[in-house]
């Protein structure tokens, strides 16, 4: 019941936004009581900050089989593929209209600012692991931070038209720089 | 007086986000009656859109007097901090929130799409100017893109905290790469 009403938040903030999303509508869409409801989640921003969490989590999850099946030979253009797809699913879209939100309203950035490093140290650490690099060595360390902005920058930029083929673009010239500047 | 509620709306956006922006709180702001208002802008989507077109014009003009002030060694990396402004100002903050609004909003998404593209062309066109390259060259153009994307995605990752200290770092590391990988 838990999973079902985080699923359809995220589902909520990606089709009607923030100010679209409500306790009540969140609920009849996972078919769940208000009574229920209350009891797993006690308020909008309980539910909200709890259903980008666990849907942030359960992606990485998915993603980390992703990695067996990286080809040897343009591995670090398949990486930039399987980080920019993080930055352009529906709980990217979830998690950008929290995010928006949390600007303006302190209650709520209080505890999605938080959850937000949290998931940006264990992107950070999941790059350098894809990349198979040392942060410690050369420029890396900000070379993958770069990395993470640009594809948030892409993903800010997908949200209005279909931005692919440019974004494809945009990655294939990053992989080489990638490739160039990395110290392996 | 349409400055007045220009200024004031981008104020609006900026301090209380999309969705406690309204008509009446910013003719209040801008000290305008609401019958003006009506008369300047008939919608809070006309008034909103034109607000962020014409702020973020007056921003470029602005701007365009800092190339003068360029420096000749490293002038890559001041080029970056001219167009880092442009993602971390108040304006930036107020077409976040006219975006990620527009997203689940059909009409106002096709009144913010064609100001989006054409601000998105202006902005790469300066950009290719103050780095001085040519964009035919090599892999200038998706560089210069890359660039603007890294800076749309550092903007956004500096809305919750202060995200300076990082910046900078991405940013010095950032230079190095399209000093390396500019062809001039």
Redesign the interface.
């Known amino acids: 019941m838990r999973l079902r009403l985080m699923e359809a938040t995220v589902e909520c903030l990606v089709?009607?936004?923030?100010?679209?999303t409500s306790t009540t509508v969140v609920s009849q869409r996972a078919g769940v009581s208000r009574g229920a409801q209350l009891h797993h989640f006690p308020s909008k921003q309980a539910l909200v900050v709890g259903a980008v969490e666990h849907l942030t989590e359960r992606r990485r999850h998915a993603m980390a089989d992703t990695v067996r099946t990286l080809p040897d030979v343009g591995r670090t253009r398949a990486v930039l593929d399987v980080l920019a797809e993080q930055f352009t699913s529906p709980v990217f879209?979830a998690a950008?209209?929290l995010?928006?939100?949390?600007?303006?309203?302190p209650d709520l950035?209080e505890a999605?600012?938080p959850l937000?490093?949290r998931v940006g140290r264990e992107t950070h650490a999941y790059a350098l692991e894809l990349l198979d690099v040392d942060e410690q060595r050369g420029?890396n360390r900000?070379?993958v931070?770069?990395t993470?902005?640009?594809?948030?920058?892409?993903?800010?930029?997908g949200?209005?038209?279909d931005d692919s083929r440019?974004r494809a673009?945009?990655l294939?010239?990053?992989a080489?720089?990638l490739d160039?500047?990395l110290e392996r």
Chains 1, 2 share one sequence.
């Open positions: 089709e009607l936004g923030w100010s679209g879209f950008l209209e995010w928006v939100a949390a600007r303006t309203d950035r999605v600012a937000e490093r420029r900000e070379l931070q770069a993470l902005d640009l594809l948030r920058g892409l993903g800010l930029a949200t209005l038209t440019r673009a945009v294939d010239a990053w080489v720089t160039t500047g």
